[in-house]
């Protein structure tokens, strides 16, 4: 899996993923927010890495009883244990949260190996032990059975779909308070470099309304004199 540069990654934290979504909207990208998702825990810094991913099937009794646990190979395990350091664990639960995706343990052993975060579009049990742990976290809601009741483990790192989207293995992964961003692995640098312009213009327009400027003409930039006005607003910043 393809590793993005530290200086893509260092940018991509430092913008929103509405301000993503625009620049993916651009591009003519228009469904890469994941549907149903939430932070369990709001105010965390800004969650960026490349997606590793775990997908679900229906689960069959006779192949899921709670002894499957004792498999070293029992792929929920071994994604857990082989998600590489900085990196998004992406779990396609198909939309359905009456069973956990994972629960606290698993959830602590990825934080203990450095991962970035985890999503799944179903739910996690452990929930308020998850949200209190220093780990990026989002899911659709709570929920208290183990994930062998509904979902069965059956493959790691292939292409899946969460909460709508299609999320390939080394995707980034872009989360924040108001949700997650699917960026595709081949368009992160530029992204990152036009979302970072586009910060900056955001700020300088928040900074003229909030002085009492009207938006027209200035979000989106059209009128000349809002272009002037931000030429001399970033020579200010930078005196």
Known sequence: MTKIAKATKDKLRKVST????????????????????????LGRPTMVGE?????????????NPITVFRDPKH??????????EGSVMVIDSRQNARAASAGSILVTRLMVRKA?????????????????????????????????????????????????VAVFPGDIILGDDDG?????AHLADEVADECIQMTLYEDFVLEMVEGGEPVI??????????KVKFEKWKLSRNE
């Not at 301000?19 to 998702?37: D, P, R």
């Not at 452990?126 to 493959?155: C, G, K, M, V």
């Not at 003409?217 to 809002?226: F, I, Q, R």
């Open 180 to 184: 997650v961003m699917v960026i595709p």
């Open 116 to 164: 970035e975060g985890i999503i799944t579009d179903g739910g996690f049990r452990d929930s308020a032990e998850i949200a209190d742990l220093d780990f990026s976290s989002y899911h659709n809601r709570p929920t208290a059975p183990t994930n062998l009741t509904l979902h069965q483990a059956i493959a790691i790192n292939d292409p899946i779909g969460c909460g709508d």
């Open 51 to 63: 997606a590793y991913t775990l997908r679900y099937i229906p689960a069959r009794e006779d192949l």
């Open 18 to 41: 509405a301000t993503v979504a625009t620049c993916l909207f651009k591009k003519g990208l228009k469904n890469q927010f994941i549907q149903h998702v939430k932070p369990l825990k």
């Open 75 to 84: 792929l929920q395990r071994v994604a857990v244990e082989e998600c590489p």
């Open 217 to 226: 003409g200035l979000y989106p930039m059209v009128s000349d004199e809002a």
